[in-house]
């Protein structure tokens, strides 16, 4: 959000300093610096018992991580997990929220193993299971380099 606020003062005050600078053009410039503070602003992720949700600038998306039906993941520029419930709502999520937060690790896998059990988990399980054992290793690892046993 700072860099978007940099961003509209440096551009009003160029935009002065030139000799035109205007109400429409001050407009023009908030409505840009306000569009780069939105796409720059990270997701926000949040679980609970049962669901997990990520709300966007625009959107709330949530499932419910005791009922999904399945979980995909899609690499590219930018990994990212696609997960769909039960209930037809769908979210999309970096796996890397997971790593830095093992709390919400931990709803989504308790989640994911409640839908396992009932049988709504048809694909993906696999994949979370992967994925558990990375970041119980990447957990491992950064125990290790905090206690000094690892560089």
Not at 70 to 85: A, T
Not at 104 to 123: F, K, M, Q, Y
């Given at each position: ?30 409505t840009v ?23 966007t600038p ?21 990994s990212h ?71």
């Amino acid at each position: 959000m700072s860099c978007a606020l940099l961003f509209c003062a440096m551009a009003l005050l160029v935009d002065w300093d030139a000799g035109s600078f205007t109400s429409l053009r001050a407009l023009l410039w908030l409505t840009v610096s306000a569009t780069v503070g939105a796409v720059l602003l990270p997701p926000r992720v949040s679980a609970g018992p049962g669901w997990l949700a990520v709300r966007t600038p625009w959107r709330r998306h949530v499932v419910r991580t005791d009922a999904l039906t399945s979980v995909r993941q899609y690499d590219g520029v930018s990994s990212h997990l696609v997960l769909r419930d039960v209930h037809g709502h769908c979210l999309e999520l970096d796996p890397r929220v997971l790593t830095a937060n093992p709390l919400i690790w931990h709803a989504l896998d308790t989640g994911a193993c409640h839908s396992i059990e009932r049988g709504t988990l048809r694909h993906g399980a696999e994949l979370l299971d992967r994925l558990g054992h990375r970041i119980d290793d990447e957990t491992v690892q950064a125990v290790l380099r905090a206690s000094g046993f690892s560089h």
